[in-house]
């Protein structure tokens, strides 16, 4: 398998803190209702306790992207290690990887009236440095991981409450939130 | 809800009326042993107008439309580049058609003309046909601007066409608005038993007041046509309303699967 970087996201860890939306943020100082990093609570239906899960979620750097292929003008690419990269100098604002993507990864901005979308950092990544979300965890609940290296374990892909779509096969790989340990007195 | 993206709205149900008007006037045509029926050069004049303004509409909706020349480039995968071109071409056949129209028109331009508004509805079904809205990632979309075009064409064509030929428009017009009323009837029920974000999207079409308006649009249209027998100079505009309505809906009622990111699938 080529190389393929992908976030892994430990919702046992995740205790729904924003820190890496915030550190997105910080690092790239986007527009007002520009975001590139979510983080999804898990709805009762699929985590019934208490105790609150979440999902940490920007684009997913997929193998086959959705973005990639209607993109009328070719702005985005994908590099050697996996990343799918939006050369927004080159949109022209048509919406359509919004519409398409599966993962409403793209997002408009206003101020420049082009798409924009996660980076996964790779600028930092070429200097050897982790993402900004991944840097800022505090629960290393986020991880980057490399899909071609990564031992087989306990991740899956397509978790409940995240859209399967085999087509465009997601790089993002999910560690589920455990069953809390109740306490009768 | 989503945006009703009205530039697209334009767009999609004004070429497909182009479309469909190219496609009656060949069936016209072909029945027509004389000169040619009507005003030709008017008619290919209100074909190359309806997707002329749909095209300039189209543009309102790009953040950057001096560069919208660009989205020709990725014609290999993107069906939006292939939507672009098609209707590009569509619209240069249409106002060569109207330069040149005598008797019957050139029929190499009208089948030019018929391939290529052909493509542009098969593109636009294609490229409204996200993985993201499961609801309608299949030819459903297709579908609809399919019969959208036979019912446009079929009612302003009957501008242009002899007393011989309104029957059969009328026929076609009312067996388009009966199959177009029967999908926009049951196919938003047909997704209340599938996927969540499919049901979803049968709850928020049938929600929607204006999923309605073009339900009761489609169905007067019926109504006229069912006393009246031939289409009223007027029926096309109803029709025209009505299906602008659907449009919208389609945009903006049509749920994305990233809405309910953390909940049920």
Redesign the interface.
């Known amino acids: 398998m080529k190389k393929q970087y992908a976030f892994l996201v430990d919702s046992e860890r995740c205790i729904g803190c924003f820190t890496c939306a915030m550190a997105c943020r910080n690092y790239y100082q986007q527009e007002k209702g520009v975001v590139w990093r979510?983080v999804?609570?898990?709805?009762e239906?699929?985590y019934p306790h208490r105790e609150r899960a979440?999902?940490s979620?920007a684009c997913n750097h997929c193998e086959n992207p959705?973005c990639l292929?209607?993109?009328?003008?070719?702005a985005y690419t994908k590099r050697e290690d996996g990343v799918v990269v939006h050369h927004q100098e080159?949109?022209?604002?048509?919406?359509?990887c919004i519409?398409?993507?599966?993962?409403?990864a793209p997002v408009?901005n206003p101020v420049?009236?082009?798409a924009e979308k996660c980076s996964f950092c790779h600028e930092r990544l070429d200097a050897g440095l982790l993402p900004a979300c991944v840097q800022s965890c505090p629960t290393e609940a986020l991880k980057l991981v490399d899909l071609a290296t990564l031992e087989p374990g306990n991740h899956v892909q397509f978790p409940?409450?995240?859209?399967?779509?085999d087509?465009?096969n997601p790089s993002t790989r999910f560690i589920l939130p455990k069953v809390p340990t109740m306490v009768r007195r | 809800m989503q945006s009703m993206e009205l530039p697209l709205v334009l767009f999609t149900v004004l070429s497909q009326a182009a479309i469909g008007l190219v496609l009656m006037n060949a069936v016209r045509q072909r029945r027509c042993a004389g000169p040619g029926e009507g005003n030709v050069r008017m008619e290919w004049t209100l074909i190359a107008a309806f997707m002329g303004v749909g095209i300039a509409a189209s543009l309102f909706h790009l953040g950057h439309p001096l560069e919208s020349y660009r989205a020709l480039v990725h014609l290999e995968k993107a069906w939006l580049s292939r939507e672009v071109l098609a209707a590009g071409i569509f619209f240069a056949l249409a106002v060569l058609a109207a330069i040149t129209a005598r008797g019957k028109g050139s029929p190499v331009l009208m089948w030019a003309s018929i391939l290529a508004g052909l493509s542009v509805l098969l593109a636009s079904g294609m490229t409204y046909a996200p993985p993201a809205l499961p609801a309608v990632n299949n030819a459903l979309p297709t579908v609809f601007f399919l019969i959208s075009a036979v019912v446009l064409g079929a009612g302003f064509a009957s501008w242009f066409a002899g007393a011989e030929n309104q029957p059969l428009l009328a026929r076609i017009f009312v067996t388009a608005l009966v199959v177009g009323l029967v999908v926009r009837l049951t196919v938003p029920c047909a997704w209340l038993s599938g996927s969540e974000v499919m049901r979803q999207t049968g709850m928020a079409w049938l929600g929607a007041p204006l999923y309605w308006v073009h339900v009761a649009l489609m169905a007067a249209c019926l109504g006229v046509l069912w006393k009246n027998r031939t289409i009223p100079v007027w029926l096309p505009i109803l029709a025209l309303a009505a299906e602008l309505a659907g449009r919208a809906v389609f945009f903006s009622q049509t749920i994305h699967t990233a809405m309910n990111i953390g909940g049920v699938y």
């Open positions: 979510h999804y609570p898990l709805s239906e699929i979440f999902f979620l959705t292929n209607v993109c009328p003008v070719e080159k949109c022209i604002g048509c919406g359509n519409r398409s993507c599966p993962y409403g408009y420049e009236k082009r409940p409450g995240f859209p399967k779509n087509k465009v």
